[in-house]
């Protein structure tokens, strides 16, 4: 599998985690120094977004990928994908979204890592 595969495959990895609430696996992937940039602005670090979907602010039932695509110079990587996803999040009623998520990545000891994302719809 040649890294531009594995980078998206990691981002299918990811939907399958969150929706299982699967720490482990999402820490497995994520970067130490890992940022995720919700719609709203707010900020969250690894630990603070790992708290968030182990207590229930964030909750994904379902994700269906519409488009993946990814980009890779040297060790460094860019991944956008875009995805119908069904989700209920910080009290909210379980909806369906159009969330386009745009991915920074980097390889480390030979493994690809996210690094930031940032969520917006489509």
Known sequence: MNDIER???LYKEYWECM???DIAGLDAMMADDYV???MTGKRQDKKDFF???????????????????ADVSGEKA?????????AAVYGGGKS???????????????QWKLVSSRASTY
Request: glycine content about 8%; aromatic content about 8%.
């Open 19 to 21: 929706i299982s609430k």
């Open 96 to 110: 369906r979204w159009r969330l386009r998520g745009d991915f920074t990545l980097r390889k480390e000891n030979g």
């Open 78 to 86: 860019t991944l956008i994908g875009k995805s119908k996803v069904v």
């Open 51 to 69: 708290r968030s979907v182990r207590s229930g602010e964030l909750n994904y039932y379902s994700a269906e990928h519409d488009e993946i695509t």
């Open 36 to 38: 995720l940039m919700h």
């Open 7 to 9: 980078i998206k495959e």
